[in-house]
């Protein structure tokens, strides 16, 4: 199992990443459709009302995955290390996409 332990970690950091990339682009997105401020009927509000609830999906994604790598990596300190700045990274960005969906709500403006 400690032969292919690098390999699994390896693959699960990159699951990682790219869930963190691609939240980072429906965020993106996400503010791109709101700044161009297409209609309420539209197909594109529409998109944009899926967009935040993706992110946070894949950003729950990317810090659990990570945490696992964190968990069982403690031996290599280089995948300990980039685990554990993954999934802090992973966990400020959900929060703030949490605060992002949440807040407008309890303070009455919703979109």
């Known amino acids: 199992m400690n032969a292919i332990r690098p390999a699994i970690h390896a693959?699960?950091?990159?699951?990682a990443?790219?869930?963190?990339?691609?939240?980072?682009?429906?965020i993106v997105a996400r503010i791109a459709l709101g700044a161009w401020g297409s209609p309420a009927g539209s197909s594109m509000a529409n998109?944009?009302?899926?967009l935040l609830p993706v992110a946070s999906t894949l950003l729950i994604l990317a810090a659990l995955v990570s945490l696992i790598v964190l968990v069982t990596g403690r031996d290599d300190f280089a995948t300990f290390a980039e685990a554990r700045q993954l999934t802090?990274?992973?966990?400020?960005?959900?929060l703030?996409?949490?605060?992002?969906?949440i807040l407008?709500?309890?303070f009455g403006r919703t979109h």
């Open 96 to 101: 703030a996409n949490l605060a992002w969906m």
């Open 47 to 50: 998109l944009s009302a899926w």
């Open 11 to 15: 693959v699960l950091l990159q699951t």
């Open 17 to 26: 990443h790219r869930a963190v990339s691609l939240a980072i682009f429906a």
């Open 88 to 94: 802090i990274a992973s966990a400020a960005l959900l």
């Open 104 to 106: 407008p709500t309890v």
